[in-house]
């Protein structure tokens, strides 16, 4: 191209301006748009259901496949075997509060396999066998040093430890790099080949939360845990993947999802913060093919992001945000929360929700729903866990 500069700035300029309209965020809560959520308890007969029952057998299969094909992507459960190779066996850790195992899970199908390394503390003085917190890890392995070297506050293990409970990690890497070039390297090439030819088929985020459900196994195996008693905890694309696997898999008994925003616990229709259209653009193997059908669609999903908690249901689950966080919308993910009460209500489980959302740093902490703002950044924190903690010990 043979440009002068001046033609050159204009063309740039003209890129800059569709690139940033093509995205434009909104941060105007005046700026909302009108919206109506679809009915959680509506049927896709036009049905409303009114009982438990209705809701585990027509509604909930209903609502899990219409995330399935339309953003997470299938779950395939079939495998030939699973083995458990304890690397590191009880090791005193923790100034002798805990002990620490180390996991090696493979998981073998048509002759191929995947490793998913646990990290595993126990407490050695609480009750036996342990409640644990299980962290999806989507950052760096550090965060979860075995060594205890590095103590970070994204997985604060002696904290959960002096409280009681297990604390278990993996990294997402295991199952799928977070990279779109080499995401597929690990479960889906493997294990799930032909996950990749379906437009409905798992992607990155569906194999991290298969990887939380093969952790679960192990757990059952376990003598020194307590596995209806797990909950499953992730941060940001961790907090989507926490709740995916929360909703898939029942045998957990709660979910935290912290700072989960868009296609987590956020609404969709809001379009406040991060939309559909720019997620897909940026993380375009974190879903599904048919998920960039709604890039600036929100209104023709099926479904909203209050049917993924409300899958949940009737666990316990709790969703945060931080104050400065506008990307993950705030008051969006408390709505969502929020909408979920008719679920929980046909378990006549009240919520304990405030009409509005809480304040800064004013955790609302019942038997079934945690919700907090944490004053500051996108993180998760001691501050975070200290709230986790507090809600795990009601249940
Ligand atoms: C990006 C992405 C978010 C995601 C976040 C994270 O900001 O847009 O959707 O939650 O990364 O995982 O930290």
């Not at 009915?39 to 209705?54: I, R, S």
Request: glycine fraction near 6%.
């Amino acid at each position: 191209m043979d440009l002068n500069p001046m033609k050159r700035l204009l063309t740039f300029l003209l890129f800059a301006n569709v690139f940033n309209g093509a995205f434009a965020q909104n941060y105007d809560e005046s700026k909302v748009p009108a919206y109506t959520l679809p009915d959680v308890l509506k049927t896709e007969a036009g049905k409303v259901v009114a009982d438990k029952k209705t809701w585990e057998q027509v509604r909930r299969p209903e609502l899990l496949k219409l995330f399935e094909d339309n953003i997470y992507g299938q779950m395939p459960t079939a495998f030939d075997s699973i083995r458990y190779k304890t690397v590191q066996v009880d090791k005193p850790a923790m100034d002798g509060k805990a002990v620490l195992k180390q996991v090696e899970i493979s998981v073998f199908r048509n002759k191929k396999s995947v490793q998913i390394s646990l990290v595993l503390f126990v407490p050695t003085q609480a009750r036996k066998p342990a409640p644990v917190f299980l962290l999806i890890n989507n950052r760096g392995k550090d965060n979860t040093d075995p060594t205890r070297a590095k103590k970070s506050e994204f997985w604060p293990a002696e904290m959960l430890i002096e409280n009681g409970y297990a604390a278990a990690a993996f990294h997402v890497s295991d199952l799928a790099p977070d990279n779109k070039d080499t995401y597929t390297s690990a479960l889906l090439e493997k294990l799930y080949p032909e996950q990749l030819t379906m437009d409905n088929g798992m992607k990155a985020i569906g194999a991290w939360a298969w990887g939380a459900s093969r952790v679960m196994d192990y757990f059952e195996t376990d003598k020194d845990i307590n596995a209806k008693k797990v909950i499953v905890v992730g941060h940001s694309r961790g907090g989507k993947t926490s709740l995916w696997a929360a909703a898939q898999d029942k045998r957990f008994a709660a979910c935290v999802s912290n700072c989960s925003g868009n296609t987590g616990a956020a609404l969709a229709r809001r379009q406040y913060g991060e939309r559909i259209s720019r997620i897909n653009a940026t993380f375009p193997y974190w879903f599904n093919n048919n998920y960039k059908k709604y890039n600036d669609r929100e209104n023709d999903l099926p479904v909203d992001q209050h049917m993924l908690i409300a899958l949940v249901a009737p666990r316990p689950v709790y969703v945060t945000n931080a104050s400065k966080d506008l990307w993950a919308d705030p008051k969006g993910t408390f709505l969502a929360l929020k909408a979920t009460e008719p679920v929980y209500t046909l378990y006549k489980i009240k919520s304990g929700l405030p009409q509005n959302p809480p304040g800064i740093d004013m955790p609302v902490i019942g038997s079934h729903f945690g919700y907090h703002n944490r004053e500051g950044e996108h993180n998760m924190t001691n501050y975070d866990w200290a709230n986790f903690i507090r809600f795990a010990k009601g249940f």
